[in-house]
């Protein structure tokens, strides 16, 4: 499969291009592009990234968090990327408890981007909808 070309833009000095970390990694790495050294607790915080992104229509990109913060309880809020945003991408960072505090350094590793083909889908409208075994049974209901 030929690769989606993604065209980014650095928008200022210290602003990197996403890197993969290994040949098989699904996620290309964000980084902070930050002056100074910058602290992250409780309340979410904006990390900018220094890029902005032109994503060709088709493709989804997720903003999600990198395995290594969160074992240490930093979290970055799950976003999309839509086609046709062209501005800075800004990374939403937290950590998942009051006691819990991290420092994020200019060029850190913040979050991961991974990018997925769009399923072509339209709603229609239906009086019923197919019966299946678990039916209404919602979060929880197939066990834990």
Do not use: W
């Not at 050294?37 to 902005?52: E, F, Y």
């Amino acid at each position: 499969m030929q690769p989606a070309a993604v065209r980014v833009k650095l928008l200022r000095d210290g602003a990197r291009v996403p890197t993969r970390a290994t040949d098989l990694a699904t996620g290309f790495d964000l980084s902070a592009c930050i002056d100074a050294p910058l602290r992250i607790g409780n309340s979410p915080v904006l990390v900018p990234t220094g890029i902005a992104l032109e994503i060709p229509p088709g493709i989804d990109a997720q903003v999600r968090p990198r395995s290594g913060l969160a074992r240490q309880g930093v979290l970055c809020s799950f976003g999309t990327i839509d086609a046709d945003y062209r501005g800075e991408l800004l990374v939403t960072l937290y950590t998942i408890a009051p006691g819990i505090e991290h420092t994020i350094e200019p060029g850190d590793r913040i979050a991961q981007l991974v990018f997925g083909l769009l399923a072509p889908a339209e709603f229609v409208l239906a009086a019923e909808l197919g019966a299946t075994a678990r039916g209404t049974g919602g979060h929880g209901s197939t066990g834990r």
